[in-house]
């Protein structure tokens, strides 16, 4: 690790990989622990997965790829959102016609566009290395609307995803905040894509949260948490990936992967342990 601290002052590409990695961590934390509590990774998965075919839409006709993803999110979003919340037996089967719809539709643009896009193909597998400043100004940029629409309608996403009668009985519109939620999700997808590339990006957007919900009882610590953990992995995984030059994507994935193992092994050793040696109440009579 040395040697990445001592290239980081050094190299400006560097410090840009790292900053699009705490960028990425924060919004996967906040969005993230509503996608675990709500239980609603595939259905991100399914956003995810749609957006190829928006990248390779923009691109092919000159537009930005990132733009592309991110109309394709939030009409992914909202489709699937209100076929959930109204057709909720035909859920299953919108998002896997979207997913296998939206990486046809992309990788036939893909053929199509001239040449061979490095940059697509970046979106796809993830390249944190070659982030631009401007991208960063977008990250950032999306990192500000999820933390200030989390931290406005916070009680009304907080009732949507525990229990929507309650919700509702409160006089809450709950498809409208479902929706927006998944808008959010979206964006948070859009936000991650450049960091891991599509494929990975569910596991990024839930295993923090999967993790921080081991320890966090409300789900205001579990953003904080998890938010935490996703800057971490970030960080950890960009920094273990550049001696051998491995994908750095890929790694910031196995750390996250690694660690919910080992955080899921070491409750599960402490539960046994708190099991057969109870503590005791010390008799003072």
């Given amino acids: 690790m040395t040697e990445f601290y001592q290239a980081l002052l050094a190299h400006s590409f560097l410090q840009y990989a790292l900053l699009a990695g705490l960028l990425a961590g924060l919004g996967c934390g906040v969005m993230g622990s509503f996608v675990v509590v709500k239980r609603i990774g595939f259905l991100a998965g399914g956003i995810a997965h749609s957006v190829?075919?928006?990248?390779?839409?923009?691109?092919?006709?000159?537009?930005?790829?990132?733009?592309?993803?991110?109309?394709?999110?939030?009409?992914?979003?909202?489709?699937?959102?209100?076929?959930?919340?109204?057709?909720?037996?035909?859920?299953?089967?919108?998002?896997?016609?979207?997913w296998a719809v939206g990486m046809a539709v992309?990788?036939?643009?893909?053929?199509?566009?001239?040449?061979?896009?490095?940059e697509l193909m970046s979106y796809l597998f993830g390249n944190i290395l070659i982030v631009s400043p401007r991208e960063l100004w977008m990250m950032g940029l999306m990192d500000i609307i999820l933390?200030?629409?989390?931290?406005?309608?916070?009680?009304?996403?907080?009732?949507?995803?525990?229990?929507?009668e309650f919700a509702a009985l409160r006089g809450i519109n709950v498809?409208?905040?479902y929706l927006l939620l998944l808008c959010l999700v979206a964006v948070s997808v859009v936000l991650l894509i450049q960091v891991v590339g599509l494929i990975l990006v569910i596991a990024?957007?839930?295993?923090?949260?999967?993790?921080a919900g081991q320890y966090m009882r409300t789900i205001g610590g579990m953003i904080v948490l998890a938010s935490l953990l996703?800057?971490?992995?970030?960080?950890?995984?960009?920094?273990?990936?550049?001696?051998?030059d491995l994908p750095p994507g890929a790694v910031i994935i196995l750390v996250a992967a690694g660690s919910y193992l080992l955080s899921l092994l070491a409750t599960r050793l402490f539960l046994r342990f708190k099991t057969r040696f109870p503590s005791t109440p010390k008799n003072h009579s």
């Fill in 52 to 98: 190829l075919g928006g990248m390779g839409a923009a691109l092919y006709y000159g537009f930005d790829p990132t733009l592309g993803a991110f109309i394709t999110a939030i009409l992914a979003a909202l489709i699937i959102g209100l076929v959930s919340f109204y057709n909720q037996e035909r859920e299953d089967t919108l998002i896997a016609a979207l």
């Fill in 106 to 118: 992309g990788i036939l643009y893909i053929t199509k566009t001239p040449g061979y896009n490095t």
């Fill in 147 to 164: 933390v200030s629409m989390v931290g406005l309608f916070f009680k009304q996403f907080l009732a949507v995803s525990f229990d929507e």
């Fill in 175 to 177: 498809p409208f905040f």
């Fill in 204 to 211: 990024l957007l839930t295993l923090p949260a999967a993790i």
């Fill in 230 to 244: 996703g800057m971490a992995f970030s960080a950890l995984g960009l920094s273990l990936s550049y001696t051998p």
